[in-house]
Every structure is written in structure tokens, then in C-alpha cells.
């Protein structure tokens, strides 16, 4: 009695919300018909594989908006890029080098998550982008895949979503009416089928049943009191049999698992405005014209004729090739005649090219297809890209807010859940990681900062030159970080700060011992020279000893005990010396080295 009246609850406000919603219906249905005809199923369901294009003249409007689809994917979330990273929200701790290993590594992991089951998340938000362009409004959902590491993305049909939003304008709630076969519906939940589901998952596999999907806050449900409350989940999740009203599961999430991107709310509705909507009266008139010349070219090529009377024209062979006999006259007048109307097809196809060109122009088509623009010079581009930057700038920061930015936290909290990131470095919470989007528009959109840099140094290189004071005012440095993040070079490849100090240091005490060596040259040399000096000066002392003795008379070479031979007799040691000798360590006066005293 307790689900069925959870699951009435459930059900009553579904039925609310589309109420509210079915205003936009017949909206969307008009222009899936004529630009996307294969999601025109908002006003009843559609056979699949139903011929879908029969009201579609033109296909201008539809080609324009799936290129502007599959431009926000190249330049968002562009598989072959890495279109994010993971940054602090302390600045100073983005340049410490175990903060920073482990935004990277942990960026990749994201990435890595991105591009699993086949690159699965990719493959699907083609689909998003298209939804976006064309309703103004889209569904993502993402979750893990019970018993698998990998995670499961899908984009949500609109015409079975029905959204409400909390005081701060942000989608909270979401309802999901959607079929599964009997048989899915017994894979999905096989313990809560309760018999008439089970009967018809045994007899008729295949027949449809009709499910709600409701996520909605936690403490909303059950008066708060529902199994992801007292699990501490922010939102509830229940699955709900709508022809039994039974409630087939009841679950919870830590984060909602639903993004709800709108491309403007200049209605100040719930549900987004779209390109497509702008667009949609060009469209209207050129699929118009389009049949109408369509018609009146066939008149022109293949006009029909004037006779007479009917049956004049009976036995009448207008084919290619064939033969009117008795369309002439005796007198050789022509009795058939082509109805010439004298519509000017000409004015027709260039109103036609007006139309297609404002319908292109809605959609940014010419900002968007640049290859087609050939003999641009490089600053020419840059400036369309700026261009492109500030006519797209709006929608595309309220789809990184409302859609990417969800996402990410979303994958990462429930990879941080099981264990699948890094060892987080102390001081390093979940809260202060933000994302830092490096896509290639995220590029384009700093890229401005660069030329900045780049523009204000050619500028200053002639200030420079007259007064070199003037460089003192920039920080290459700094510079070369900010061109480095705008033309979107990997953060591994630059230095950190702890690192360059560590260099500059190691290349200062190199410098200073450089110096010191070359300073010590001489002295080196002098300390030599001495050295040499101490070595020769036993030599030097007997050989002033020899030249001593030969002074005062005496010849012949010094004898070991270092005393002079001579017929006189030595002093004694501490005695007076005999004369003219010298006391130790003095030099003689003269030259030693020229050959004696004189």
C-alpha cells in the first residue's frame, strides 16, 4: 500500500509538469518536421522506420543546424583533443609538483573514462549538440554499468523528459516516461515485477510497457523518509509500472545524473530557446518556395497543352520521341499549342537563395565554415574567430555551466567513489578541484590574451631600443605562461616554480665557482712559481755558500755538514761568524744568478 501510493504520488506530478510542458510540444514538433524529421514524435509515437521526409522541399535548414552540431562537438568535446583538464583553486598550489602529477594523472583517468565502451561518450553527444541546436533544450544521462568498470552514456529523447528547476534556476527534477519490451523490463528488475508483468515477460516477451523514471531531490520523496535519504543520497530515484502503479525499484544517486543544457531562456521559461526557433519562419517560406518552383519549373520543362477539345487530345502521344498525328491543320496551323505562363523561375531561385542564406546565417554557418572562405590572410581569421567568439561566446559558457561542467563533476565523483583516481595529495580536497576547459574554442577564446602579449612586445621593442629601462616593466616569464595556456600547450611540459628556483640556484653556484676559479688563475700561478722556489732553495743556499767562501779566500765546494772548506776554522754554532759571511737567509748583495758577489 506504501509504494502504491509512492508510486500515485510520482505519476500525479509527471502529469503536472506535462501539462506545463505541452505548450512547447507543438513547437517542437513543427520543427523536428521540417529539420529533423526523425525526431518528430512529440504529438504521438511514430513506427520505426517510418518515412518521416515527405513534408521537406528544402533541406537547407537541416544541413545548417547539424553542422552547427557537429561544430560544438569538434570544438567542445573533440575526441582527438584533450578538451579539459583539472586545475586548483589555489593558484600558488597549481605550480607545487605533487598537486600538480596528480591533476594530471587525474585528468587523464577522466579523459580515459570519456572514451571508454568504445568511445561511447562521444558517439552520443553528437546526438546532444543536435538537440540543443534544434529544441533549445537536451537530455543527458550518465551512470556506471553494474559489474563493469565502465560507464554508460546516453542522450535522452526530449519528447520524453518533462524537467522542473530549484530556487536557483538549476534543473533538479526530472521525469522520464519511456516503453521497454516486457522482456527488458524482467532483465531490468527481476525481483519487483509483481504477476501481470511477470505473465506477460513469460507469454509475451516482446509487448511494450510503459515505465516513469522519476529523479527527484532526496528529502522531496516520501516526506524525505525514502531509501537515498537514508542512505545520505541527494536524489531519489524510482521506476514506476504506470499500468500497475507499482514502484519496480527504488534507488538513489550522490549526484544527479541527469544534464539539462539550454541554449538561452530569453523566454524565462523552463525550456531553452533554440537557433532552430529563430530560423524556423525562413525555413517555413523556404520550403515553400521551394515546392512552389518546383512545381512551376516541371510547368516550364513539361507545360501542359491547349487543344481544341477533349477529343482532340485523346488519341494525343506526348512523349519523347512520339508522333502527333493530326496535330496539324490542312492550312499546316498547329492544332496543340504548350501553355506558356511566362513565370519568371529566375526571380523565384534568387528569393530562394535569400531565404537559404538567412536561414544559414541563423545557424552561424559562415562563421563556422571558414574552408569555404579561401584567400584569407592569417590576421583575417583571427579576426573571424574573434568574431566567432563574441556572437557564440554566451550560448556556449551557459553550455560548458549547464552541461559540461555537471558532467565532469559527475564522472569524477563517481571515479573518486570506486577508487579509480590517485592517492590524493594532502590538503587536496574534491571541492577545490575546478576544470579548466583547454578545447579547441576554449583556445580560441584566450587566444586573445596571447595576441595581447604578442602585439604589446612588437610595440615596446622600439620604446626599448632609445630607453632599455623600458623592459623592466614585463615579466617574459609570466608572458610565456600566458601564450604557453592560450595556445594550449600540456602543463608537463612547462616548469613549475619550485623547479626553476632549483635551477636558477644550481646555475648560480656554477656561475660562482666559475668565478672563483678564474679568479684564482693567478694566484695558482704564484702559489706555483713559490713552490718551485721552496724545491730549488737547498741548491740555491750551498751555491751562495760556494760563492761566500770564495769571497773571503777560500775555495773548493761545501762540504756535507754544510760548513765551507778553508784553511781557517768554522765558528761554532750560536757563535760569532767569521768574516764576510752572511747570516742564514739573507742573499748577498748583487745578482746571485749572474755568477757571484762583486
Not at 55 to 69: P, R
Not at 175 to 204: D, H, I, N, W, Y
Not at 572 to 586: E, Q, R
Request: aromatic share 6%.
Amino acid at each position: 500500500m506504501q509504494h502504491e501510493s509512492r508510486a500515485l504520488e510520482l505519476v500525479r506530478r509527471q502529469e503536472v509538469l506535462a501539462a506545463e510542458r505541452g505548450v512547447w510540444e507543438s513547437h517542437w514538433q513543427e520543427i523536428a518536421e521540417l529539420l529533423t524529421p526523425f525526431r518528430a514524435d512529440f504529438l504521438g509515437s511514430r513506427t520505426p522506420g517510418e518515412k518521416r521526409t515527405s513534408k521537406v522541399f528544402d533541406g537547407t535548414a537541416g544541413m545548417a543546424a547539424e553542422n552547427l552540431a557537429a561544430g560544438l562537438w569538434g570544438l567542445l568535446t573533440n575526441s582527438a583533443n584533450t578538451w579539459f583538464q583539472l586545475r586548483h583553486e589555489d593558484e600558488a598550489l597549481n605550480e607545487d609538483q605533487a598537486v600538480k602529477l596528480w591533476l594530471d594523472e587525474a585528468g587523464k583517468r577522466l579523459l580515459g573514462a570519456f572514451a571508454s565502451g568504445g568511445q561511447r561518450f562521444y558517439a552520443r553527444v553528437v546526438d546532444l549538440f543536435s538537440d540543443l541546436v534544434h529544441f533549445g533544450t537536451a537530455v543527458f544521462y550518465v551512470d556506471e554499468v553494474p559489474g563493469q568498470r565502465g560507464l554508460y552514456f546516453s542522450c535522452r529523447h526530449l519528447a520524453e523528459c518533462y524537467i522542473a528547476e530549484n530556487e536557483q534556476e538549476q534543473v533538479d527534477t526530472l521525469f522520464r516516461r519511456f516503453t521497454m519490451t516486457a522482456r527488458q523490463v524482467a532483465m531490468r528488475f527481476p525481483e519487483s515485477l509483481g504477476p501481470k508483468l511477470a505473465e506477460r515477460a513469460e507469454k509475451r516477451p516482446d509487448e511494450k510497457v510503459e515505465l516513469l523514471h522519476a529523479v527527484l531531490p532526496a528529502r522531496e520523496f516520501a516526506g524525505g523518509e525514502g531509501e537515498a535519504a537514508r542512505r545520505g543520497q541527494g536524489w531519489a530515484s524510482v521506476y514506476v509500472a504506470l499500468e500497475e502503479g507499482r514502484v519496480l525499484s527504488e534507488g538513489g544517486y550522490w549526484d544527479f545524473p541527469y544534464q539539462v543544457p539550454r541554449w538561452s531562456q530569453r523566454s524565462r521559461a523552463v525550456y531553452g530557446d533554440s537557433p532552430a526557433m529563430l530560423a524556423l519562419s525562413d525555413a517555413k517560406m523556404l520550403n515553400q518556395m521551394s515546392r512552389t518552383l518546383i512545381v512551376g519549373a516541371q510547368k516550364q520543362v513539361d507545360p501542359p497543352l491547349l487543344a481544341a477539345d477533349e477529343a482532340a487530345v485523346r488519341a494525343l502521344r506526348a512523349v519523347p520521341g512520339g508522333v502527333i498525328y493530326g496535330g496539324l491543320d490542312p492550312q499546316g496551323r498547329r492544332l496543340y499549342e504548350p501553355l506558356v505562363s511566362g513565370g519568371n523561375t529566375g526571380l523565384g531561385l534568387q528569393l530562394e537563395e535569400q531565404r537559404r542564406g538567412a536561414v544559414k546565417e541563423a545557424f552561424y554557418a559562415s562563421l563556422l565554415m571558414l574552408v569555404n572562405q579561401p584567400g584569407r590572410t592569417a590576421t583575417e581569421v583571427l579576426a573571424l574567430q574573434e568574431e566567432k567568439l563574441r556572437l557564440m561566446g554566451p550560448h556556449l559558457g551557459r553550455v560548458q555551466a549547464e552541461f559540461l561542467d555537471p558532467l565532469i563533476h559527475r564522472v569524477f565523483g563517481m571515479l573518486h567513489r570506486r577508487g579509480d583516481l590517485p592517492p590524493t595529495p594532502p590538503g587536496l580536497g574534491r571541492n577545490s578541484v575546478k576544470i579548466e576547459y583547454v578545447s579547441p574554442m576554449a583556445r580560441a577564446q584566450r587566444a586573445s590574451e596571447a595576441q595581447a602579449v604578442m602585439r604589446t612586445f612588437e610595440a615596446a621593442m622600439p620604446l626599448a631600443q632609445v630607453d632599455p629601462s623600458v623592459r623592466e616593466l614585463f615579466d617574459a616569464e609570466q608572458a610565456a605562461r600566458v601564450v604557453a595556456g592560450a595556445f594550449g600547450m600540456p602543463a608537463k611540459v612547462l616548469r613549475g616554480a619550485e623547479d626553476l628556483a632549483e635551477r636558477r640556484a644550481a646555475a648560480a653556484q656554477q656561475g660562482q665557482l666559475a668565478g672563483l676559479l678564474g679568479a684564482a688563475g693567478p694566484v695558482a700561478g704564484a702559489v706555483k712559481d713559490v713552490a718551485g722556489a721552496a724545491k730549488a732553495a737547498p741548491d740555491m743556499m750551498a751555491n751562495l755558500a760556494q760563492m761566500v767562501g770564495q769571497a773571503a779566500g777560500g775555495g773548493g765546494a761545501p762540504q756535507a755538514g754544510g760548513q765551507a772548506p778553508g784553511p781557517g776554522a768554522a765558528a761554532a754554532p750560536g757563535g760569532p761568524l767569521p768574516p764576510g759571511t752572511l747570516p742564514p737567509g739573507t742573499l748577498p748583495p748583487g745578482n746571485p744568478g749572474a755568477g757571484g758577489a762583486r
